[in-house]
């Protein structure tokens, strides 16, 4: 059997062991655990990483604990506009969406913009018609209701504030984006990035995740890359292309690059977040510059991690 290995994420912030509880901690490992499985299933089965990251993407989304389908935070006319894209690295073909309203699984429909359309980026009533079309499963607004991220919203709603996922305040962020990166045993890498955005954004924001290069990239030659953190400064950044630009022209390799690009470039900026990582040999990094980031691998060596805080909590 060839490698295989798949990394994903649920987003990075202010996660501190002290501020959680044991019975939370046990929801988020054991969400994480499965999205981890079911994209390991696919790439041990010698299915592709494609499939693996949109479908490991898709349980996250479906989970209210993570900031992107169900759980998306409310935006600034306490809506839910979400942004999701995927790539894949062989041919580097992508597809992305913005400010989409209502489909349960955004992160399928970008893939359907990939496979379906001439076009990588559709975004507004285009989308809209688009998800129609291709017959993408819709859900009306209660579906994203979540009373805690309701208040969230309430607090800062007559504001102009926004602010990151559950943060109560802006030295309390905590990001809720979900992501994941595959190898397959074909040699091919892929990435998919899904979110809410960033609670009472405004109406119309778009941030990097659905942004090729910014927050999701693929390239066999280099690595795939999922980020998450303040989305302007990683499409500033251009952080996931960036990344694999390191790996191309310096020769670096993907954990060098990515700890080069989270811990100096992004910091030079003042961004906060993280980024998973894959390269064609299975080498996995997850370096983050937050407290803590929700995140996992596992590996056809039989590794398996679910981790939640950063080293030195
Ligand atoms: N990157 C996302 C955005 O700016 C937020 C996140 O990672 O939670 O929309």
Redesign the pocket.
């Known amino acids: 059997m060839s490698k295989y290995a798949i990394a994903i994420h649920g987003?990075a912030g202010t996660i501190l062991k002290s501020k959680m509880t044991p019975q939370k901690e046990e929801q988020y490992k054991s969400a994480l655990m499965e999205a981890l499985t079911i994209g390991e299933t696919i790439l041990k089965n010698g299915g592709n990483s494609i499939d693996a990251v949109e479908m490991a993407v898709r349980s996250l989304e479906d989970c209210h604990l993570f900031?992107a389908g169900k759980g998306s935070v409310f935006n600034s006319k306490g809506g839910h506009e979400m942004?999701a894209s995927i790539m894949e690295g062989k041919l580097r073909n992508a597809g992305a969406v913005a400010t989409v309203t209502g489909i349960k699984n955004p992160i399928s429909l970008a893939r359907k913009v990939m496979e379906k359309s001439e076009h990588v980026f559709l975004v507004g009533e285009g989308v809209e018609e688009f998800a129609k079309l291709h017959g993408l499963e819709k859900v009306d607004s209660n579906y994203f209701y979540d009373e805690f991220r309701y208040q969230q919203w309430q607090k800062i709603k007559d504001s102009d504030n926004f602010q990151?996922?559950h943060s109560d305040d802006k030295k309390e962020q905590k990001?809720?984006?979900v992501g994941a990166v595959a190898l397959d045993q074909h040699g091919n890498v892929a990435a998919a990035t899904s979110?809410g955005?960033?609670t009472n954004k405004k109406f119309g924001r778009i941030?990097?995740?659905s942004v090729i290069g910014a927050?999701t990239y693929a390239d066999n030659r280099t690595c795939a890359i999922s980020?998450?953190?303040?989305?302007e400064f990683?499409i500033r950044g251009v952080v996931a292309y960036d990344v694999s630009c390191l790996m191309e022209y310096k020769n670096m390799s993907l954990s060098d690059a990515a700890h080069e690009v989270i811990h100096h470039r992004l910091m030079e900026i003042q961004g906060d977040?993280g980024l998973i990582g894959i390269d064609a040999k299975g080498n996995v990094t997850l370096p983050f510059n937050t407290e803590g980031m929700y995140r996992g691998f596992a590996k056809s060596n039989g590794e398996k991690v679910v981790e939640i805080y950063g080293y030195s909590d």
């Open positions: 987003g900031n942004d990151l996922d990001f809720g984006t979110t955005g960033m941030g990097d995740s927050g980020c998450t953190g303040s989305g990683f977040g």
